[in-house]
């Protein structure tokens, strides 16, 4: 069917949303002054803005959570530019589709010199094929590509077309922007919900700006859930009252990509707050993943791998809290298992911390890698046959058990001849103990 053809062109009709659209898409801006925040990339001045004034743009990606205003702004690009202007599905496109716009756009630029521009939304999730198809017409000049994603294009993108594209990112909007747009939401009679006779507190307005966390296709879905679900009073007027606010959005929703960047941001952030010993912020990023359906697993191997690396002989219980978590993840699962989970990252944020096992370790490792081939000292092979014996295997091993503790008669070199002496451990006078922030208490 064509309105599942992939590639289209973007008219002016395509800036006029229908009144029966979704108020988000209603709302979304058609000029720069529309567009609310991003005033750092889109701001008078900014070079992106004169790029988009001056119609001469150059090949780019637009990096942002979802809602900060990517594929609007795009649009604005449409309806600046007096190129052709194509946009791409990423999960239905084809590479034969690709490849036949990618020969007009050419035939275009060849036969009237007119550019194309093409939008690709979601451009983390062409593969590596589709990428490829668009590489050589980029790189020749035939078509800008512009593409928008709320995934690291460093991950997602392939090298070759991330070289060529300038890389802008937007930020989440802040509290106020998705006010500032609530309130233009119902008093925008055009487009918005200015013709009904809307009664909603500035409280609740801030509720939902907060709940959006910088999303305004969320504030706005919101908002228009609560004014359809109003009360309407004998006046005509449709009263939103805070309960009808809070049953809507009882349920937060929190966002863990378990493959995107966000994944190891969040993990990240874990394991750094428990290694500076802040319990508080290691327990809000424990809650945030966990809240969000990351796997419990996933975060106990990080404890176990941090109770060696952070913490290790400056308090040897710390591993055995760790693998005791992980064990009653296993045994016991969720939710229950939060609990365990929370015991570990407690102790391991206020334990001594010493960084002397990993140290030892990288130490060892380094001579190990450049000197593969050391052999073993004789004296501790073991002479299992008879000619083995006969060429000094195990001559002037020491049992430790036949001496004195402490004696010098059972002193003895482990280390290969070329290594003797050598010092991989050092033992740490005073680790460095738990931070003030982890007595405070987190729960």
Same mark, same amino acid.
């Given at each position: 069917?064509?309105?599942?053809?992939?590639?289209?062109?973007?008219?002016?009709?395509?800036?006029?949303?229908?009144?029966?659209?979704?108020?988000?898409?209603r709302?979304?801006?058609?000029?720069l002054?529309?567009?609310?925040?991003?005033?750092?990339?889109?701001?008078p001045?900014?070079?992106?803005?004169?790029?988009?004034?001056?119609?001469?743009?150059?090949?780019?990606?637009?990096?942002?959570?979802?809602?900060?205003?990517?594929?609007?702004?795009?649009?604005?690009?449409?309806?600046?530019?007096?190129?052709?202007?194509?946009?791409?599905?990423?999960?239905?496109?084809?590479?034969?589709?690709?490849?036949?716009?990618?020969?007009?756009?050419?035939?275009?630029?060849?036969?009237?010199?007119?550019? @194309?521009?093409?939008?690709?939304?979601?451009?983390?999730?062409? $593969?590596?094929?589709?990428?490829?198809?668009?590489?050589?017409?980029?790189?020749?000049?035939?078509?800008?590509?512009?593409?928008?994603?709320?995934e $690291?294009?460093?991950?997602?993108?392939?090298?070759p077309?991330?070289?060529?594209?300038?890389?802008?990112?937007?930020?989440?909007?802040?509290?106020?922007?998705?006010?500032? =747009?609530?309130?233009?939401?119902?008093?925008?009679?055009?487009?918005?919900?200015?013709?009904l006779?809307?009664?909603?507190?500035?409280?609740?307005?801030?509720?939902?700006?907060?709940?959006?966390?910088?999303?305004?296709?969320?504030?706005?879905?919101?908002?228009?859930?609560?004014?359809?679900s109003a009360?309407?009073?004998?006046?005509?007027?449709?009263?939103?009252?805070?309960?009808?606010?809070? !049953?809507?959005?009882?349920?937060?929703?929190?966002?863990?990509?378990?493959?995107?960047?966000?994944?190891?941001?969040l993990?990240?952030?874990? =394991?750094?707050?428990?290694?500076?010993?802040?319990?508080?912020?290691?327990?809000?990023?424990?809650?945030?993943?966990? !809240?969000?359906?990351?796997?419990?697993?996933?975060?106990?191997?990080?404890?176990?791998?941090?109770?060696?690396?952070?913490?290790?002989?400056?308090?040897?219980?710390?591993?055995?809290?760790?693998?005791?978590?992980?064990?009653?993840?296993?045994?016991?699962?969720?939710? !229950?298992?939060?609990?365990?989970l @929370?015991?570990?990252?407690?102790?391991?944020?206020?334990?001594?911390?010493?960084?002397?096992?990993?140290?030892?370790?990288?130490?060892?490792?380094?001579?190990?890698?450049e000197?593969?081939?050391?052999?073993?000292?004789?004296?501790?092979?073991?002479?299992?046959?008879?000619?083995?014996?006969?060429?000094?295997?195990?001559?002037?091993?020491?049992?430790?058990?036949?001496? !004195?503790?402490g004696?010098?008669?059972?002193?003895?070199s482990?280390?290969?001849?070329?290594?003797r002496?050598?010092?991989?451990?050092?033992?740490?006078?005073?680790?460095?103990?738990?931070?003030?922030?982890?007595?405070?208490?987190?729960?």
């Open positions: 069917m064509k309105e599942e053809r992939a590639l289209f062109p973007i008219s002016s009709e395509d800036m006029e949303a229908s009144r029966t659209a979704p108020l988000a898409d709302l979304r801006p058609r000029t002054e529309e567009i609310v925040g991003q005033t750092e990339l889109i701001g001045g900014t070079p992106l803005r004169r790029m988009i004034e001056r119609d001469r743009l150059a090949s780019m990606l637009l990096w942002g959570p979802p809602g900060s205003g990517k594929t609007t702004l795009a649009r604005v690009i449409a309806h600046h530019t007096k190129a052709h202007f194509l946009r791409f599905s990423a999960v239905l496109g084809t590479i034969k589709e690709i490849r036949e716009a990618m020969l007009l756009a050419g035939k275009l630029r060849r036969v009237q010199g007119q550019r @194309t521009i093409l939008f690709v939304d979601e451009v983390h999730h062409l $593969n590596r094929a589709q990428q490829d198809a668009f590489l050589p017409f980029v790189e020749h000049g035939d078509v800008v590509f512009i593409g928008a994603t709320t $690291n294009p460093s991950f997602h993108v392939i090298a077309l991330l070289s060529r594209c300038h890389v802008f990112v937007l930020k989440p909007l802040s509290d106020d922007d998705v006010l500032l =747009i609530l309130r233009r939401a119902l008093a925008d009679q055009e487009r918005g919900l200015g013709r006779r809307v009664e909603i507190a500035e409280s609740l307005l801030r509720v939902i700006a907060a709940y959006a966390s910088g999303d305004a296709r969320v504030a706005l879905n919101v908002l228009e859930l609560a004014v359809n009360e309407l009073r004998s006046d005509g007027a449709l009263l939103v009252t805070e309960d009808l606010v809070r !049953e809507i959005i009882r349920r937060p929703i929190l966002f863990s990509d378990k493959s995107g960047e966000e994944h190891y941001n993990i990240s952030a874990f =394991i750094k707050s428990v290694r500076h010993s802040d319990a508080d912020a290691a327990l809000y990023w424990l809650a945030r993943m966990l !809240e969000a359906g990351e796997d419990p697993l996933f975060i106990a191997r990080r404890l176990v791998i941090l109770a060696s690396e952070d913490i290790g002989l400056a308090d040897p219980q710390a591993l055995v809290q760790a693998v005791a978590a992980m064990q009653a993840v296993h045994f016991v699962g969720l939710p !229950e298992a939060k609990l365990a @929370t015991q570990a990252t407690l102790y391991l944020a206020r334990a001594p911390k010493s960084n002397a096992v990993l140290r030892a370790y990288r130490a060892a490792e380094s001579d190990a890698r000197h593969p081939r050391e052999p073993v000292p004789l004296h501790l092979r073991n002479p299992v046959t008879g000619l083995m014996r006969e060429m000094g295997y195990g001559a002037g091993y020491k049992y430790i058990h036949d001496y !004195e503790p004696s010098p008669d059972a002193e003895m482990c280390l290969p001849e070329s290594f002496g050598r010092k991989y451990f050092q033992e740490e006078a005073s680790p460095h103990s738990g931070s003030a922030s982890s007595d405070r208490g987190g729960m």
